[in-house]
């Protein structure tokens, strides 16, 4: 060992502080050996801030990644014999480790580029260790303008027309409005413009105007907010319902009115961030298992069976960003033999899942055991809010003790309205659910015939599985130019690595539609040389 290094006596202390710092665990929760994401609930955003600041004090001979380590123990052996720069002997004095090593220049900062890199990804962004805090923020809007000017960068592009399975949608790129096959939307059932729903909001924002203008406890309520609630609580087929101002909303206020430092939250490690952010909000225990693999979630749940306080399983029921469905009855069979609660989000299972649509736990025919039901109704329900549904006394403790619900302005009476319609409209015509799971297995079906990678997706989300984002993004633009329009998935939206195209399928989409979409995407896949399809 050279006289710049440090052996892993010295690494640890260094290490397990910056962890500590970063995750506000105690010492005492940092099993060395355990995996940093599955095991000791470590988000990826948080392991970019970890990867960085350890740049800041070692001088890495190549970029370290998060892929390059998977427990604290491979952290710090990573770190074993790597040079320490002059930031890194200050952070050891403060540590009070008595080690000398002779000043290393300091690796250069990302700001000593001068052109982004093509390799950069969006993760590279989250944190820089700059006192200067808008340091990241001046990287971003480089690497933002060039992902622009290249076209891969289509986020936030204007419509100028409802959207329908087809959509009319301003291009940056060609600086113009162009109609688009809309594969983007989360307007399933095609209720978002049914004459029926814009009447009822129309007539209810007469009666009742714009807002109420205040949250539910304190004068914000109308009689349109409590028929909402019962409709939904009737829907999913449970007691009592409470609405929230968005389905985001809904998670945050949830988690962390119920869970608190004592008790332990078991997650699956492709959670929606709104559930990644109501673990953080709760203060509680946070253990990821690995995703929808339930081996693991037994091993998370025995680890943590002698753990204080009370513990909740939370899970998507459909997967956003890859279109699988969680396995809920070995779920449930897990979650009675180690005491633990439920709450599946039932966000993109909500009018599509289960024979009448009411979810994941209808899918699976475990209506009553699943603890709460959570969703939003800005998607197949084409308004705007959150709810969750659940025994009365659990829903009533959230009315005062769930922040997001108390102190926040409700949804206005006419999207309330307009939610009851939709609600109306799905139990009285099935056919739209029918012709919605048809274009599904149509789509999916000659998609992977074609030789794209769909992963294991069982849902109206249809992933194209790339991994690479360079290459991703290049083939969303010619996907684009070439006239559809779907999500290109990048970080955070996914790990960096799993990079894809996101597709959703809705009812009003036809056959031609379809056949156009097959025949955009395997022009693309030629266009960018997709690995197995030819020029």
Not at 405 to 418: N, S
Request: with cysteine; net charge negative.
């Amino acid at each position: 060992m050279t006289q710049n290094t440090l052996s892993a006596a010295d690494v640890q202390p260094l290490v397990l502080d910056i962890v500590k710092e970063q995750t506000c665990y105690s010492e005492s929760d940092l099993r060395l050996d355990q995996a940093m994401e599955e095991g000791l609930g470590i988000d990826s955003i948080i392991l970019a801030s970890i990867v960085d600041e350890l740049q800041q004090l070692f001088a890495f001979d190549t970029k370290l990644n998060t892929a390059s380590f998977n427990t604290i123990q491979d952290l710090i052996a990573r770190c074993v014999n790597v040079a320490v720069t002059e930031k890194g002997q200050q952070k050891l004095a403060s540590l009070g480790v008595e080690h000398t090593v002779q000043a290393t220049p300091q690796a250069p900062s990302v700001d000593d580029a001068t052109v982004p890199s093509t390799h950069q990804t969006m993760r590279d962004f989250v944190a820089d260790g700059s006192p200067d805090l808008f340091s990241k923020v001046r990287k971003f809007n480089d690497f933002y303008e060039s992902q622009e000017q290249t076209g891969n960068f289509w986020y936030g592009m204007p419509l100028s027309s409802k959207c329908e399975n087809r959509a009319t949608i301003f291009d940056a790129y060609q600086n113009k409005e162009r109609e688009f096959l809309m594969f983007a939307s989360n307007n399933y059932l095609g209720l978002a413009n049914e004459p029926r729903v814009v009447n009822a909001i129309s007539d209810a924002v007469k009666q009742y105007g714009a807002t109420n203008t205040g949250c539910r406890l304190i004068g914000g309520t109308n009689h349109l907010h409590l028929e909402l609630e019962e409709r939904l609580a009737r829907f999913k087929g449970r007691e009592a319902c409470i609405v929230f101002p968005s389905g985001y909303s809904a998670n945050l206020g949830t988690i962390s009115a119920l869970m608190g430092p004592k008790d332990t939250i078991i997650t699956d490690v492709y959670n929606h961030m709104s559930i990644q952010d109501g673990c953080k909000l709760s203060g509680a225990k946070k253990r990821i298992y690995k995703h929808n693999d339930m081996a693991s979630l037994e091993e998370v749940l025995k680890n943590c069976s002698d753990s204080d306080g009370g513990k909740l399983i939370v899970a998507d029921g459909v997967f956003s960003m890859h279109g699988n469905i969680v396995k809920l009855p070995e779920m449930v069979r897990l979650a009675r033999k180690y005491q633990a609660r439920i709450l599946i989000d039932d966000a993109h299972s909500t009018g599509i899942l289960g024979a009448t649509g009411s979810g994941t736990a209808e899918h699976f025919n475990l209506k009553h055991e699943v603890d709460l039901e959570l969703g939003t109704m800005s998607k197949t329900l084409a308004g705007m809010g959150g709810f969750v549904c659940g025994d009365k006394e659990v829903i009533d403790y959230l009315r005062f003790y769930a922040n997001s619900y108390v102190f926040a302005a409700t949804i206005p009476a006419h999207v309330a309205a307009g939610l009851i319609q939709c609600i109306d409209i799905m139990e009285k015509e099935p056919e739209r659910l029918e012709k919605l799971w048809s274009n599904v297995n149509y789509l999916h079906s000659a998609l992977r015939e074609c030789g794209f990678d769909t992963g294991d997706c069982e849902s109206a989300i249809i992933p194209i599985v790339i991994g690479d984002e360079t290459r991703t993004m290049e083939l969303g633009h010619h996907v684009r130019q070439l006239g559809m329009f779907c999500q290109t998935v990048v970080f955070p939206g996914v790990a960096v690595g799993d990079a894809r195209l996101r597709i959703s399928v809705l009812s009003q989409h036809t056959k031609e539609d379809l056949d156009q979409a097959i025949e955009i995407l395997l022009k693309a896949a030629q266009k960018v040389g997709l690995p197995g399809f030819s020029r």
